[in-house]
């Protein structure tokens, strides 16, 4: 076949619209990518519209949600508290005091958290969870992410429960302290879910974190709340782990 007659055929054969031009290239997926900090009224990049919204509706604790929350709590002859150098719940991973950093992987993202010894995976080749005979519970559970229009939508579940309370432990960060417990400790148990909207605002330069928290056997109902990172790519995440930085002494308890 004459090798016009063969150009005319495969610009016949190919779908309505592609012919004399070239296929649509592939929607670029939003860059999130990189290290991120919280934004704080400090910041150069604050703005009303980046405060960080409070759960809601308030947390009401299930009666084991209540005498959970009181045994991560508890002071003086009980210390050390419980799980004070465990790893952070997922629903605290994004965000706090430490560097955030997020990386690319071919089959998942990557997030590491300074102050928190294991990474979390969330996998994008559109696997679901494992069956529950099949889920080995875990400090960050199993998550997958898939990407919603400029939306990253990340499903956890698989919690083994242990893990620091969901709201940190606020005055002192690590050891309890009588005006820490002001505000009552978030647990998490093994039932938990936790689903996580992650986009760029500001153009670009911020990352809202919008989370949602399902978990019958501490709470009556779900909550949502909202925080806000920067981009910060003057910083590197430093190695740091809890146990050498416990201030327990320093701190007079």
Known sequence: MPRALALLAFLFLLPH??????APALRKTPDIFGIWMTVVPSSPNYLP????KPNTPAPEFTAWGAERSRELGRLGPELPTPSACEPVHPLAFIGGFFPLQILQGHNQIVMMN?????????????????????????????SIARWEGDTLVVDTIGLNGRTRPTNGYFANSVNATPESLKVPRLPGSDQAHLVERIRLVGKGNILEVTRTFTDPKTYVRPFTSTIYLERSPDIDVQEYYCSDNERAGDEGH
């Open 17 to 22: 619209g592609e012919a004399g031009a070239a």
């Open 49 to 52: 519209a980046w405060a960080s």
């Open 114 to 142: 300074e102050w928190v010894a294991v990474p979390r995976r969330l996998y994008t080749d559109g696997r679901g969870h494992p069956p529950a005979e099949d889920l080995l519970p875990s400090w960050q559970g199993h």
